[in-house]
Structures are given as structure tokens and as C-alpha cells.
């Protein structure tokens, strides 16, 4: 049976306290010497063959007969009044199904009301203004043309700093500022007492950082099939979170949520974006219904990166201060940050300076700003990669200036405990972390890392070392639900609402079932991705996927070996604590004589399928984190201003490993992507028109392969056993969060500039070598 | 947890000793003074605007792109030895993308070994032996003409009285006669001393009772459709079991369960050949994985009608022994029952003779006979219907004889138990069957019947009367499995593994969840026929969906009202015991005013999904059985030998009614069946050729809307809760199986003939009168 608690759940650096419902009893931890024969060890992807070979169907894959396509006509400009639209040319063009806009279209209210599904007044460039269905996607883009709409321009801002400035216009309905939790705009916190700690303070540190606009460029954009079948609605979506869209979906269009039905089996890649539900998807719905046929709305990359989210650009001044021993006092920090057009959160940013070291005084000033561009969304890690950046080099800022060892300082601020919520951390390998990322590149941890210029290179490259740290939540928490079915021939199905959103979610999860039931990893088939066949499981983001998700699905298949073992006992005549099940078989303790494969004990029984069940405990009173550290060698062109990564060792504290293999490769991505996040991507706007420059794969760099560093990752293996029973935590956000920050320091250790900007292109790193003399007198 | 017990199912009429698992706690029964708020209302069937609308898929709905069609070559003869085959021209037609016969596809034994996927020797016009895949099914028939066969025939026999001439050549490896558990030939049953008692009876009647072969001819033929993902396999089939589809195909194609996905949302009508799987489907998931593209494999009606089953010809020699009290002291059957080329079993024909009247001296032998024709199948109340014309024909006979009313002849020899296991029935209302049966006619129960030629009639229409019972299983048993998924919306989503295939089921079994989840039946989603979201349910045959599938999704139901009752009395702040659920809402024990909705409670929690899981149970120590009787009216044109049913009132004893509308309409289709197979529909073989003349629906003789008579038909409404604690039994074949002999005693009744041979066709009719004064006088 079930009950009712309370429970802390950190999702994407928020926190939200939960009621959530629970069953009464859960697994045992899996403890440190646990025999295992699945878990920890490096396997393949179960579903390798499948993408590879191009058999898996993504949504783009889709076809149900008689499909149409959609297109959707957008705003040419960042804010204008529709004075004019007239869709009667293209709802006449031959193969046109359906046209709707405003004017057709229900009253449907998004963005918390901010917005609706088709405005009258469009505030960015992207904004929806009409859509079509027709027989092809030429023809629905030709028709699109015959849509005549007449604008109003409206003023317009692009520019945060501008949103900010006295007697700017309101880009949107709420104004230029978002409205958080203070009531006043911007999220403040503070602790102890600042002023005081800056005026005690030895050396004191502060300076300006910047970030830009990281588009999520997953490889399958954003869209969706749909198709009606009576007055139920089948969604095909690549969605991180087909429950959320099925509650969206249904909340929207007025339907029961038993009648909507979300599938996303494969999904090409989601990095936080596709964690929500955009307007698009209900506009397919509608075109189904009008046109009485299944419709294909996929977006394009224009479209994919004029509006489904970003990792806005931030503003960050931040001030440190100590004591002369090194002992951090003060930390300040004011953000802005781009939110776009409706975004509704920021908080994040500040979210590393908060709690990464331990300090007594701390304030942090984070404001949403408004602009007239597309809206913001998670974006692996928000906010902690944009706010890591500033106060980890920050803090090589510091140790510079105190003239200390940044492994030391490190050392000397470790934070023992969550000093905002005043208790323990469930698991903290941060020391252990830093000792291994040094060791992985052939340093002593003991030893200071070498000091700035130190390192010998040849000219004009320069070679610097710079370490960063990692904070991040990953430890998931209640609900997510799982079956675990037993077949007579002894396969194994697992059922669960979740997703493999690219991370090898399926694969881990597998093994975790693998393990616990008994069976080899191949006779486990894991279905997700499905809200029929369900059940329930969260959103796959915040990297929660295996702390919530692995334990209900350990939680399943424990349920279904405990009814083996009954019907075992039964047959193999001992008490079923007597008997021990793997690979398939069930042996009776110490007789190895007596080992039965589970399908000939089960082909005693009349076509009886074991279903185990299970479900995501409540969370401890412990604090859950994730940490690590990066330290990366870059060499410096002190002629182009070339910047190369040439090695990173990356370490991170996600707990128990359940696929080292898949892990790692967690890991190099998120490497790659801070790569990027640190030198090479940015959306460009032209903020005279209003217009991103870039939306696309040719102009807006993304980092390749040939952009890879020689990199060294691991987990620190232990289990978090506090955390759930299974001991992980998740590895998805933690490998980019640190990365840019210890390319910076290593920067600065190279050629000695503090780069303060992303990215860090050739340009700026000439720029600022050109500044660098007058600098470093100045300091 | 759970627990192995044995308990015994019967399944269209042959009792199973299953070794089953079921959990510890079952829900306690519905009592008759349950305060039901849906169960027991009449309501429309949840599918039926999908049905009738067109929206509903069908198997042969299904088209996954890329989707080619098939086609089998099969034998026009009904038994030769292939000498020449050859494919390579058919394989060169533009289009065909695969071709298989015996010399590609794998050796893949059937029918218990007896035949192969593609035999050397064919053995009925039907048998396969090739077939091919193209772009469309024009060039995969035109491509079947291009495959070059060369036949030897052999001797051959499609009469089952020749079949067991001395000298008849074999029909099949295994020869002529089916070797049955008496290891000799034939199934052998007696109780009692049969000779004593015949030598001390007063009155004996002795009559050979013939009946037809008769086609299933549902709306939707027997078909597949296959796709390949990988290794996985999709197989949509209109299938009753779509289990032990998946369990046939893993174990021939030698594939894992788990790897295997059967559906069947939808199916056009199964009378029981659709509980197994035939060659077809494996052939297009061997034509699939050779093309590398789905495949469609409809049998077309013809094929149907040749080898997809039927009820074969009985041939009944019956011999009655009675006092002259009417006291029934001695039964003799002797029983042929054609079961074409491969059939397996042929002793249910003999279960009313066994069963349904006290009888101390009973002995029945039935022989299933092989000939050259397609291979017998169930069909609704497979042998009961057949044996229950010739049981309930010779009764009547008796009656006459003995000059006794068949109300008190049915009242005198009424069996109190089951003689066969010496033990009581679970619940037995025949006795109220026959008196409801008669007032529904306007008859006086306590009155004799009308004896034959009293009722008025205009000539050369004479009028009379007739009775008949119904014994049969019905009662169902483990294992059945079902989930109940509540929303946060409140609506609910059952998931179980069953079928409705055409019965009412999906609403039935919805009522029950809505009643005892407490939800309106609007807020019910059923979702069935798919093994991914299972769980497992058994073949929906032998009447035992209800009562096998009932309490399984009831108990899921309570399961999950409990969790939804923790969850409220958390909120509700009262214990859960103090908590009713009804219609969508929760309330304390006599406070009204603190109703809260479901979805209202359940918005207070994070996303949880309640998920109930049931099972069904073990049969108790009783005997379960459905009970009934029908009373025919017709009249007869004595210049025509036209019969037409003007009247029938059916009432059976199935228990506790779910749904009264579904359960007529059951009732209603059961009886136009039956009126089918007593007066209309006969399989007629050219025994010089051996070739069916009538498969198909021109010259194949189907009752139409124009042959219903008026029909009054119910249920007893009665609980049988020792059966299970819905107190349902099955309903889809009690009303098929006394239609015809109430029809031929109505007969008798009206023009003093008896008729022993099935159809009862006007040839027939005329045929009779003509003898009838002989007849008469020899008695």
C-alpha cells in the first residue's frame, strides 16, 4: 500500500518541495560488495544496432497512412501588430487540407497567459501567425506565401543591457523585468552579513563576466506527427517528457488525459528544450482535426533555433573576497539574464556561488530580462554553466592574486555541508574528484599545479593548465514508476514511461534489471517512451533519469524475483530464501546441482507472466549533489588567437557507475558541448532589425570532433546509498558545467589574459593579449 | 505476494488441470445487495462510435509504409504429392519481392508434427504451397499463376462414414481415425451399467441424429499483417488470443517473447478458429524478413471457408432409457464427428449427453474422423451445439413416447450435482431458465407444454412449439491479469491483454472497473489486444472472458481505489475506512458536504499515477457451469417445406449481468446462429473431386436480419459468487447451443415429423411429411 510524504526534488537547479505518494516498502541499497554481474560493468548500447542501422523510428520517421504536412507561417518582425490576415488565397491552392490562425483558431492561453496560441501582436522574430496543412511540404510552404498578413511594426529590444535602461518600451504584456519570488523582479538571496565580510577582507576580487546564447542544435528538431482516431489523439513527439506533453496536450484541448496517447520511442537528442511542450504541437492537433488526417509538423533548423529555446546570454558581476590564508568570506554576485521574449526563471545562474564553496556571506541578485527574441529554455545544466563560468574564474582570479595554488584553495574552502538548507550532503567525492582529474593528466594533486607561463611550449602557441569545479543536483527523486514482466521462456519486459533521449538511459537501466531479476542483459527488452503503455515516469532532464528512474525499475524487478522465488520454492521444494537466481537460472544455496533455468521452473506454470512493480522512494533529509572537476590544457596561438583544447581530464561524483562505457561517453559529450559553450558558439542578432544572423548549421558553430581534446573521464565510483537504493546519481549536466571555466584559467595560465567573455574566439584572445601589459600593471 | 495452486479451467468443453500462480488476496464478492451504481445498467458499448464510424482499425486496416502484399498458392487438389516446383518465373515478375515454398523456408513442423509449413504431399483442396510478396496483391496473384507445380494424386476421401470403410486408404499420416486418450481411437466415457439399465426400461427411443459442417464466416477473414524492426517482430492479427500468437510465432521462429509484439485492438468477429495461429502468419513473417518490408497476408473468403476451420458433420447414434414415471435411467452415444485433415480432439460433442440430466447409466464414444478437407476448429460451444440437437431431439422423442410434458420431464430429471466429479455446482438456475423461457411466450411454466398439432394455424402453415436446454463451461479461471491506471485528471486506463472480438467486452469489463473504482464509465479507457501493454490475459474463448477477465480487472480496480483511498484520508484527514468513492468523487461516511473530486485530491500530489494490478483466482471445489433454455415458435408450409422461426424466447443462466444490453445482443447473435446452423448453413463437398462447392457468401447459406424471429431473451441475473467475486459467467455461447433442437422439437410439434439431419432445409422438410405416415404407424 501506499502513502503520502513530503520530499525535497532538485530538478534543473530548482528546487521544489513535492507531495508525493509512495509505496511502503523499498529494496535494500545495493552495498559496495555486492557481487555483481551486470551493473558497473561496460557494456554496448542494447539499442546500437538499432540506431545505427537507421531502424529505430524517430519521430521524423513517422508516416501513418494518409499523413499530411504542416507548415507554419512565422513574424518577420521582433514585435508588430497583425493589422491584416487573410488566408482565403491559400486555403483556394490546390492540395491545401486546412488553414487556421487567430481567426479560426480556439482562444488558447500560453506562456501563463503572457501569449496565446496565435497573438495579434507578435513579439519576436519566429512568433506563430498562421498555419497549413497540405498533401506535400512544398505545397504547404507555397501556400504559406499566399497568406497575406499586414504588420504594424512595433519598437523593439534584443539587447538585455537596452531591455534595463530607463524609458525602454515593454517588449512584452508583464514588462522587461520577470517577476520572481521577491516580487520586485530579479531573485535575491543572502546569508550572513556581506558588507562586513568585504570590509575584513584581505584581498578582494571583482570584475565582469559574460556569456552568450547557446542554441541546443539537438540533431532532431523539435515536431510531432499526430493523428485522430475518434475523439482520441495519438502524439508522436520528440519530447524529453511525453506525460508532460500528454498533460499539456489534454489540458489544452479540453480532453481527458485517457484519451491522449505520447509516444517518443527514439528521440534525436534534447538538451532541456524539449522538456516542455511548444505551441506547434497543439497547432498539428488542431490541422488534424480540421483537415480529419494525421499531420507531420516537424520544425526546421531556422525554426528550431528562432524559437524552441536557448541558454540565454548572461551578465555577471561578481566580487570575492578573503583572508590572506586563502579563507573565501564574501561572495557577491549580481546576474542578468537573458530569458527571451516569455521566459519565467533565472535563478539558476546563481546557483554555484551559492553553495560550491563554503562561505559564511553570500549574496546573489539574479534578474530575468525580457527581449524581443525567442524564449529561453533548460539547456543542459542551467544556469550553473553560465554562473561556473564567472565564479570559477572568479576564483583563479583570486587564487592569482593571493598568489595560491588553486588546488589548495580548493581544498581550504570545501564546503562539508549544504549551507543553505543547514544539513549534510548525502555524498561528497569533491576532493577526491579534483585529485584524480590531476592525476589523469600525470600531476601530483599534492603538488601545486603548475603557475602561470610555466608550462614550456613552442612559440607562438602557449600551453596553460586551468582547473574548474562542479556542483549540480542529479539526484532525482519521486515519481517514477516501472513493470518488470517475467515471460515463461524467461525473456524479461520492462515497462516505463521513460525516455533515451540519447544518454543511454535504456541500456543502464537494462543492466539495473539484469541485475536484479537474474536474467542476462539480453533477455531484457525495455520499452519506453509510450504514455499507454507507461507507467509514469518524470521528465528526462535534471540528469534524473537513473536516480529516479533506476531505482523504480530495481524497485520492479526485485518485486518479480521475489515472486520467482515463491513459485520456485514451490517447485524446488526449499524455503525461497534459500535460493539464489542469476544468468537465468535459479540454484538452490550451495547446491550447485540444483540449477533450474527460470523458463523450465516457469514452464511448469500455465502461461502465468510474472509483473513486478515498482516505484521511486521519497528522498533523505541528506542534501544530493553531483560534483566534479576539469582541468584542461589548452595551447594559445599568440599570433591568430587560436585557442586549442589539446587535453581535459574530467571527474565527476555521480555515484555508483552502472555503464562506465556509457558513461564516459556521457561525459566526452558534455565535454564537447562546453568546448563550444566556451569558444566557439554564440547566436549572433542584428539588434538594428531584431533578426538572429544565425539560426542555422552553417553559420552558427557548433564544435566537431576536430575540435575534441585528448580527454580523460571518469566517475568516482562510489555509491550514494543514502541517495536510493541503487547508489546513482545522474552523469548527463555535470561533464559541461565546469569545462569553460578551466579553459579560461587554463588560458590564463597560458598567456596570462583573463578572458571575461564567451566565446572566446580568436579575436577576443587578440584583443585581449593587445591589452594585456596595461592590464597587469593596473592590478 | 504469490502462491502456485492447481486448479482445473475448462475451455470449450474440455477440462484443464492447470498448475497456475495467483496472489494471496482477492477482493471479497459483490453480494447481491451491492448498491450498484453502473454494473447491471444497460449501456451502449464504449467502441461503438469507432465501429460504426469507421474509425475503429481492423487488422486488415493496417498499412505500415513500405507495406507489400501476399499471396499463397495452395492445392487444387485434396491430395497429391508435389513432383515439380518451380518458383523462378514468378520470381522474375516486376513487383514480387519474395517468394517462399518448401524449398527456402525452414522446416517448421505443424499440426503436432503431422504436416510441415509447406508439405511435399498436400492433403485438402487449400493446403499451401508457395507464396509471394509484391508491391500489390494483383501482381502477387498473377505471380502465384506463375509458379509451375506439377501434382501426383492420390486416393483421397472427404465423407466420414467412408473414412472408415475397411480398405479406405489413409487421409493422413496418422490415418483415418483420431487416436484419443483411449489410445485406440475415439474418446470412450461410461458410468453406471448401461446394459442393465436398457434391459430394465420401460420406454427406449433410438435414433442417428446427422449435422453439417459449419463455416465461422466472420466479417473479418483470418489475416495478418508483419514488420520487421530489427530483430523484433510486429505482428497485427485478428486473432482471439493474441498470446498465444506471440508464443507460437517466439517458439517457431525461435525468437525471444519479449521480442515478439502482437496486436489486435480491433478484430471482425472470432467463433473460436481465430484462438489459435495459422501457417499464414508464419509464412508472412518469413515473406517479411526475405523482402525486408512489411507484409499483408489477408485470407481472402474463399480461403477462409477451405482451411481457416469449421464445425464439422456429426454423425450421433443416440439411444434413451426410461421409466415409464419418466425417469431417465440410461444414455448410449455413439458419435463420428469429422475434424478434417489434422483435427485433435472430438469428445466435447459428447458433453451434454454426459452432463446435462441425472442419469446414473451413461456411455458415450466419439470417433473424430480425418478426412481430405480443412481442419476442424472451435466454434462457439464447439460439440455441445451439435450434441446438444441430437440429446435434446431424442428427449423430445422420449416425451412423445412416454406421452410426458418436457417442462416436467426437464423438472423430474434434473441434476442436482455434477455426476461426473461427484460434486456440487457453483450455481445452477436451469430450473427458472425454463420457467422464465416460457412465461416470456406467454406460457403458464406449471402448464404442460402445447402438445404437438393443438396450436391454430392458417394453412398450409401449421404452428408448433419446441423446447430445448443448455449446459456448457462458462466459468473461466486463472491466469488473467489486468492494471488500473488513475490519472490525475481522475480518468482511469485499464490496460489487459484481452480482446474484444465483437462481444461487448471492452464495456462489460469497463463497467466493473468504473463500479468499483468509483469513476463515471466515461472516465474509463480500456486498452486491450496488445502484448507490449498486456499483462497477460487468456484466449478470449470459451466464454471465459468475464469470468476470467472480470475479476482480474475488478481486483486491479480495488487495488488501485485503495491507494486512491490512502491518498484521500491523508488529505480528508479521516481514516480511509471512513471514505466512499463513487462517480468521480470522494466522501466521508455521512457527510455530504465533504465530497472532493478525485482529481481535485489527486492535484494536490506530484504527477502520481496510481497504478492498481489485479489477477483472477483460483476456481473453487464446484463445478462451474452456464445454464439455459430456449423455446422455439415456427410455423411450417406444409406445400413448401418452408420453416420459419416466428418466436424464440432464450433465457440463460450466465450470473450476475454487467450489462443487459450487451448481454441481448449476445444473446440476440447467438440465436441467428443458431438458427444458421439448424436451418440454413451446410458445407457441401463434391466428394467426386473432393472440393468444397460453397466457400464463399453467395452460395454458402448465412441467416439473415429475414430470418430473425421475434426474440425475447435474458438473463438470469443471479450471482454466481462462488465462481468468482464478480459473480459473472460467460454469455457468447450458452445462446447458440439449444437454438436447434428447440427448433426441430418446434418442428415435430407443428407437423408431427422428426428431423435428424441438419440444416433443416425445405427439401428436407418435404421430404419428411412424405414419409411421415409410415413413420408414424411403425411406432
Known sequence: MVRVVKTKVEIEGRVHEETVVVEKEEPQPWQEDHDFVCVGKPVDRVDGPARVTGAAKFTYDIHPAGMLYAAVLRSPHPHARITTLDTSHAEKLPGVRAVISRQTAPDIPWYGGASN????????????????????????????????????????????????????????????????????????????????????????????????????????????VVMWEGDELTVWESTQYIYGVRHRVASVLKMPESKVHVISEYMGGGFGSKGGTLKQTII????????????????????????????????????????????????????????????????????????????????????????????????????????????????????????????????????????????????????????????????????????????????????????????????????AHALVRLNSDGTAEVQCGTHDIGTGAKTALSQIVAEELGVPLQAVRFRLGDTESGPYAPASMGSMTMPSVGPAVRSAAEDARQQLMEIASYFMEVPSSHLLVANGAVTIEGKAESRRLIRDILAEI????????????????????????????????????????????????????????????????????????????????????????????????????????????????????????????????????PTAAAIANAIYNAVGVRMRELPITPRRILDALAQNAPQERQS
Open 606 to 737: 500455465s502461461d502465468y507472466m510474472i509483473t513486478g512493480k515498482g516505484f521511486r522512494g521519497p528522498n533523505p533529509r541528506q542534501t544530493l549533489r553531483t560534483w566534479g572537476a576539469q582541468i584542461a590544457e589548452v595551447e594559445v596561438n599568440t599570433a591568430t588567437g587560436q585557442v586549442r583544447v589539446t587535453r581535459l581530464s574530467a571527474v565527476h561524483d555521480v555515484g555508483r557507475v552502472i555503464n562506465p562505457k556509457g558513461l564516459r561517453s556521457q561525459f566526452y559529450g558534455g565535454i564537447l558541448q562546453g568546448i563550444g559553450f566556451g569558444l566557439l558558439e554564440e547566436r549572433i542578432v542584428d539588434h538594428r532589425t531584431g533578426h538572429p544572423l544565425n539560426p542555422n548549421l552553417e553559420e552558427y558553430r557548433l564544435p566537431t570532433i576536430a575540435d575534441a581534446p585528448e580527454m580523460f573521464a571518469s566517475g568516482i565510483d562510489k555509491a550514494d546509498i543514502l541517495a536510493n537504493h541503487v547508489g546513482s546519481k545522474g552523469a548527463g549536466e555535470p561533464p559541461i558545467i
Open 117 to 224: 496560441l496565435f497573438d495579434q501582436v507578435v513579439r519576436f522574430v519566429g512568433d506563430e501567425v498562421a498555419a497549413v496543412a497540405a498533401d506535400d511540404l512544398d505545397t504547404a510552404r507555397d501556400a504559406l506565401k499566399l497568406i497575406r498578413v499586414e504588420y504594424e511594426p512595433l519598437p523593439f529590444i534584443t539587447d538585455i543591457e537596452e531591455a534595463l535602461s530607463p524609458g525602454a518600451p515593454d517588449v512584452q504584456p508583464r514588462g522587461n523585468i520577470l517577476r520572481e519570488d521577491d516580487g520586485q523582479g530579479g531573485e535575491l538571496y543572502s546569508r550572513g552579513d556581506l558588507q562586513k565580510a568585504f570590509n575584513s577582507a584581505d584581498v578582494i576580487v571583482e570584475s565582469t563576466y559574460k556569456t552568450s546564447t547557446q542554441m541546443h542544435n539537438s540533431l532532431e528538431t523539435h515536431g510531432a
Open 284 to 479: 498539428a492537433a488542431l490541422l488534424a482535426k480540421a483537415a480529419g488526417r494525421p499531420i507531420k509538423l516537424m520544425l526546421t533548423r531556422t525554426e528550431e533555433n528562432l524559437l524552441a529555446g536557448n541558454r540565454g546570454a548572461t551578465v555577471q558581476k561578481i566580487k570575492l573576497g578573503a583572508k590572506r590564508d586563502g579563507t573565501l568570506t564574501a561572495i557577491d554576485l549580481e546576474v542578468l539574464n537573458g530569458i527571451g521574449i516569455y521566459g519565467a526563471w533565472s535563478a539558476a545562474v546563481a546557483g554555484p556561488a551559492k553553495e560550491l564553496y563554503k562561505c559564511p556571506n553570500v549574496r546573489t541578485h539574479t534578474i530575468g530580462v525580457h527581449t524581443n527574441l525567442g524564449t529561453h529554455s533548460a539547456f543542459r545544466a542551467p544556469g550553473f554553466v553560465e554562473g561556473t563560468f564567472a565564479l570559477e574564474s572568479a576564483v583563479d582570479e583570486l587564487c592569482q592574486k593571493l598568489g595560491m595554488d588553486p588546488l589548495a584553495f580548493r581544498r581550504k574552502n570545501h564546503a562539508d555541508k549544504d549551507q543553505l538548507a543547514d544539513q549534510d550532503y548525502s555524498s561528497k567525492q569533491l576532493l577526491q574528484c579534483h585529485e584524480v582529474a590531476a592525476e589523469q593528466l600525470g600531476l601530483d594533486p599534492r603538488s601545486p599545479l603548475p603557475t602561470p607561463g610555466s608550462l614550456a611550449s613552442d612559440p607562438p602557441w602557449k600551453r596553460g593548465i586551468g582547473i574548474a569545479s562542479q556542483i549540480w543536483s542529479g539526484g532525482g527523486g519521486p515519481p
